[in-house]
């Protein structure tokens, strides 16, 4: 003799169950795993973002060198003029000499200002850089912690999983096959995977619908899987 039709739905109502535990701790080491990669790529973008700025920064200190070094040309062209100043012979070369001049002078003067321009934008990055360098320093030790949070996290969910499944496997063992391949069938059309619905104070659990009283004779009769005459899931009386 095969079980009652109350032990097939126990046995049914208990499956059901171990598979919504199992669906929903495999989600929450899901939503907790990509909260962690999520957390990574935002270390690895602020990590980029640091590497870029460090070369603008190497750029910036690369242009300044290359304008002091013109700076100083130009200066000391100055200074060996001024001492050719008494060598000027007529006005066609004191002309030149004073066009010369003020050309020099001007750059000097453009050199300076470029040079100056260069300081400061050199140290707004520099300023920027080590609030990054900050922020990313937090962001690791927060990804550290956070990554051996998911260690325990998992350790522990697969512990949870691991006993499910060996209950899984004995509840398996014990299932009439027809009943289980109707199971797994209506599991996959059924929303939220619910096929059995525990009848709670005459109300199908599932779709919350009242059940007539002629539906709930049946069910307690128990000669036979009476379904929902709204959503159709199996109703469960314990
Ligand atoms: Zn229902």
């Not at 499956?15 to 909260?35: C, K, V």
């Not at 750029?59 to 070094?69: I, Q, S, W």
């Not at 350790?155 to 199971?183: D, G, H, T, V, W």
């Not at 619908?209 to 899987?225: F, H, S, W, Y």
């Amino acid at each position: 003799m095969g079980p009652s039709v109350q032990e097939t739905l126990a046995l049914v109502y208990r499956l059901q169950t171990i598979d919504n535990e199992l669906a929903q701790i495999t989600g929450e080491i899901e939503t907790s795993r990509s909260g962690l990669r999520e957390k990574e790529e935002e270390l690895s973008g602020l990590s980029a973002r640091i590497d870029s700025e460090r070369k603008d920064l190497q750029a910036l200190a690369r242009e300044k060198k290359d304008k002091e070094e013109e700076l100083r040309t130009n200066e000391h062209i100055i200074s060996e003029n001024k001492k050719k100043n008494k060598e000027l012979r007529n006005s066609r070369e004191i002309q030149a000499y004073m066009a010369e001049m003020e050309f020099r002078r001007d750059e000097v003067e453009r050199l300076q200002d470029e040079i100056l321009r260069l300081m400061e934008a050199m140290e707004v990055l520099e300023k920027t850089l080590d609030g990054r360098t900050a922020e990313i320093d937090t962001r690791r030790q927060a990804l550290d912690s956070a990554r051996s949070a998911q260690t325990g996290l998992e350790r522990e969910k697969e512990e949870a999983i691991a006993a499910l499944e060996a209950e899984k496997a004995s509840l398996m063992s014990s299932f009439p096959e027809n009943i289980l391949s109707q199971y797994q069938r209506l599991k996959i059309s059924h929303k939220n995977g619910l096929v059995v619905s525990r009848i709670q104070e005459g109300t199908c659990s599932a779709c919350r619908m009242v059940l007539p009283p002629r539906t709930m004779t049946e069910v307690k009769r128990r000669q036979k899987i009476i379904p929902c005459l709204h959503c159709q899931r199996w109703l469960y009386l314990e």
